[in-house]
């Protein structure tokens, strides 16, 4: 494991999002989703591409809420251009489980 310092772990912006709009990505490689997200005011809604599709269907997604890296550089998959990372853990089976928070707070709001 890598150790970093605090002013490493600052340069991260992670914030909470709700997710507003979900459709299929048959063009993606693995299994996955392409996912609009609510951040705010201040950052609006960003799309991302989300290999969520083992534990989560397109109508589960809506209004739930998720956290997100938002300032790592927009990537493109095949077709889509994804603007944020949605968080998540790998279970025993390597399908992510996503990071949310315990209470519904305000989009946009930044992980300290």
Not at 34 to 44: I, R, S, T
Not at 60 to 82: A, E, T
Request: with cysteine; hydrophobic share 40%; aromatic share 8%.
């Amino acid at each position: 494991m890598q150790t970093i310092n605090w002013n490493d772990f600052e340069k991260v912006d992670l914030r909470v999002g709700t997710i507003t709009h979900v459709e299929e990505f048959p063009e993606a490689r693995k299994p996955a989703y392409k996912v609009w997200v609510d951040l705010g005011a201040e950052l609006g809604i960003r799309k991302s591409s989300a290999q969520i599709t083992h534990h989560y269907t397109k109508e589960g997604l809506l209004d739930r809420q998720v956290i997100c890296v938002v300032n790592f550089p927009k990537k493109q998959i095949g077709p889509f251009l994804s603007e944020v990372l949605i968080t998540g853990f790998s279970d025993e089976n390597g399908d992510i489980i996503l990071a949310v928070p315990e209470k519904r707070i305000p989009n946009g709001a930044k992980l300290h």
